[in-house]
């Protein structure tokens, strides 16, 4: 394995990479830095420009833009008390009451270096735990990957939004779209016009979902004010502080990356895990809530922890944890890889520089968020109004040119409507996007699995792998509605 | 807000299961081996989602478990906005998409893509600003459109008015 990874990190170590990473992270840091923009626009933005891009630097260019914005996210909710990302919305706690104390930068740097050690610990967590789920998970046939899948669905539905039902809802919605077009057997379903024999493809329906509506809100709903930032004023973090947040800052990172690599759960809660671990347990619990470095530490280096671990369930098993894993699933596909067992079977030179690369990507996190740091708190300045449009001239320039089609642009359009009825009837997005994604695959191995058992359905529970994974799910609903149940009592 | 979602979710599972199914997914006269049709898989999560629909429904009428079915106030996420207001907004912001969509062929994509960002700025709010929303409507769509077709080479329509004055 040492081996590999040295020839892996040759082939990364070019000027060309860097500069692709490199602008990954700003680009992810900007976006993130801008309240309503998310990690997920930023890589569902990318994702038409990767289609030109060798498979390698187009995955690392993502992935770069996804921990950027995961930074990205503090420096407005440390500076306007308004996170750019809601993983975020933990740092506004402790950041924004210091940026009133005239120790913005203080805090910024806390954030960085937080997020740094988060991202770094997640990738080594990736590297040396992917490969042994992916050799496990060649020994599972389709009854088991079936039942993965519905497992992995029911997590983002229950977890997303504030509903089991609606995130159930969403997830069939996704699927019902995702039959559009022709089948695995060659048949062609809901082809309404002759376009939709070829099916949705997922960056129309993607970004249309997420960037669209945001933009829909701001029109209709006139959300539009823009907010004066704090200054930076006090920079630099002491020895001793960074030493007494030491703590926080390993314990947040394990956290992240235990729940990173769980399907559904992401780096919100893990976030708001790790920040009241950190607070059980430190001496100054009594600080956390107005301006203490340690709740910083937590909740950044826990959001930043999941970036890595995330990507475990996908390269190894193929199934999406979230909706930004989901993308690069897109994005894997495009250039002809399949993520799962068979990936470190067929690619995995390019696993290994995939992996490089992404240690490489905190490294320049670090770099890029110290240089730039007073640019970037002018960023949160842009107001929405101005924004939202860019976004939208972003992706109908970017959609078109994936196919030259216009067809891919009507998509677009029309999913950004139905994402907006999504929102307003609280539909979350986050379930229907998996859903369109997993949707072929869950069809494909539940087809499968019928035609090995000649039609009887009882192959779905005839193994203790299916019996784990449906007592999960089953597990999932019941302590979700549970939880929903308890809170409306509240 | 609950029933109203519940009942639409039923509706458009059903329109899916009752009407679309039958007249878009045809079963072929022959099926490899013991696969399952083409329409198992859409009739399943038809018949799912209108179930959850119809629990949507359910759940909504007792106070006990309208929670699960209905955890937000529409009006939070409304405001004080009358709805006309709203609705005028969210038409107009069809209309501009649609616009675009119908005069990509006749006034060519960057044209178009300039007027559609010009009608987004008025809609947000911003064209207040009238210098900055005007260089941006205009050079953004002119950089996307020279970046996109020299460096990605992607061919856009150049309409049909512009190909007749010979441009």
Redesign the interface.
């Known amino acids: 394995m040492l081996n590999d990874l040295l020839v892996a990190f040759q082939a990364v170590a070019t000027i060309e990479n860097f500069l692709i990473m490199a602008a990954g992270i700003w680009g992810g840091v900007i976006i993130g830095a801008i309240p309503g923009m998310t990690g997920t626009m930023a890589v569902t933005l990318a994702l038409p420009f990767t289609f030109?891009m060798q498979p390698i630097p187009s995955i690392l260019l993502l992935v770069a833009l996804y921990k950027g914005s995961t930074y990205g996210g503090s420096v407005s909710a440390i500076l306007i008390k308004t996170p750019g990302t809601a993983s975020a919305a933990c740092t506004t706690l402790d950041g924004y009451p210091l940026a009133q104390q005239g120790k913005a930068g203080k805090a910024l740097n806390m954030a960085l270096y937080s997020s740094c050690t988060g991202d770094f610990i997640s990738n080594l967590s990736l590297i040396f735990i992917a490969a042994p789920l992916a050799l496990l998970a060649l020994r599972i046939g389709p009854p088991e990957y079936f039942m993965l899948m519905i497992f992995a669905l029911t997590t983002v539905a229950g977890v997303s939004?504030?509903?089991?039902?609606?995130g159930?809802?969403s997830a069939?919605?996704g699927?019902?779209l995702a039959?559009v077009g022709e089948?695995m057997?060659g048949?062609?379903?809901?082809?309404?016009t002759v376009d939709m024999q070829s099916g949705l493809a997922v960056a129309p329906v993607l970004i249309g979902l997420f960037a669209i509506p945001e933009?829909?809100k701001?029109?209709?709903?006139?959300n539009?004010q823009s907010h004066k930032p704090m200054q930076l004023g006090d920079n630099r973090v002491t020895r001793d502080e960074l030493r007494r947040s030491l703590k926080a800052m390993l314990k947040g990172s394990m956290i992240g990356v235990v729940m990173g690599a769980i399907p559904g759960i992401g780096p919100s809660a893990a976030a708001f895990s790790s920040y009241g671990e950190a607070q059980r347990s430190s001496k100054n619990r009594e600080n956390f809530g107005k301006g203490e470095l340690e709740g910083i530490a937590a909740s950044e280096s826990a959001n930043n922890g999941c970036c890595g671990s995330t990507m475990i369930p996908l390269l190894a098993l193929g199934v999406p944890g979230d909706v930004i894993t989901g993308v690069m699933l897109g994005a894997f596909m495009i250039h002809g890889m399949t993520p799962g067992p068979m990936l470190f079977e067929n690619n995995l030179h390019e696993v290994y520089m995939l992996f490089i690369g992404m240690l490489f990507s905190s490294v320049l996190l670090f770099g890029a968020g110290k240089a730039t740091m007073r640019f970037f708190s002018h960023i949160s300045r842009i107001?929405?109004?101005?924004m939202?449009?860019?976004v939208?001239?972003?992706c109908?320039?970017g959609i078109?040119?994936i196919s030259?089609s216009?067809y891919d642009?009507?998509v677009l359009?029309a999913m950004?409507?139905f994402g907006?009825f999504m929102?307003?009837?609280?539909i979350p997005a986050a379930p229907f996007l998996i859903a369109f994604i997993l949707g072929p695959m869950l069809?494909e191995n539940?087809?499968r699995a019928?035609?090995l058992?000649?039609?009887d359905p009882s192959i779905l529970v005839s193994s203790p792998i299916t019996w784990l994974f449906a007592s999960l799910a089953i597990f999932v609903v019941v302590v979700t509605?549970r939880q929903?149940?308890k809170?409306?009592k509240v | 807000m609950g029933i109203t979602r519940g009942l639409v979710i039923t509706v458009l599972f059903g329109i899916v299961l009752f009407l679309l199914i039958p007249a878009y997914v045809p079963r072929p006269r022959f099926i490899p081996g013991f696969a399952p049709p083409p329409d198992m898989w859409p009739r399943t999560v038809s018949m799912l989602g209108m179930a959850l629909g119809i629990l949507l429904v359910g759940l909504s009428f007792s106070r006990k478990t309208e929670a699960i079915a209905d955890p937000e106030d529409a009006s939070t996420i409304r405001g004080d906005t009358p709805l006309v207001t709203l609705l005028t907004r969210f038409g107009w912001t069809v209309l501009a998409f649609a616009l675009f969509i119908g005069s990509v062929m006749l006034l060519g994509f960057l044209l178009s893509s300039i007027l559609l960002l010009m009608a987004m700025l008025i809609l947000t709010g911003y064209w207040r600003h009238k210098v900055v929303a005007a260089i941006v409507a205009v050079a953004l769509p002119l950089v996307l459109y020279l970046f996109f077709s020299s460096a990605l080479n992607t061919r856009f329509p150049v309409g049909s008015l512009f190909k007749a004055i010979g441009i």
């Open positions: 030109y939004g504030r509903s089991l039902l609606l159930l809802v069939c919605l699927l019902l039959t089948d057997y048949s062609f379903r809901f082809d309404l933009l829909l701001i029109i209709v709903f006139r539009n107001p929405p109004g101005l939202a449009p860019i939208l001239a972003l109908v320039f078109f040119s030259n216009m642009v009507i359009l950004g409507i907006f929102f307003l009837f609280a069809e539940l087809r019928l035609a058992s000649r039609g509605i929903q149940l809170k409306a």
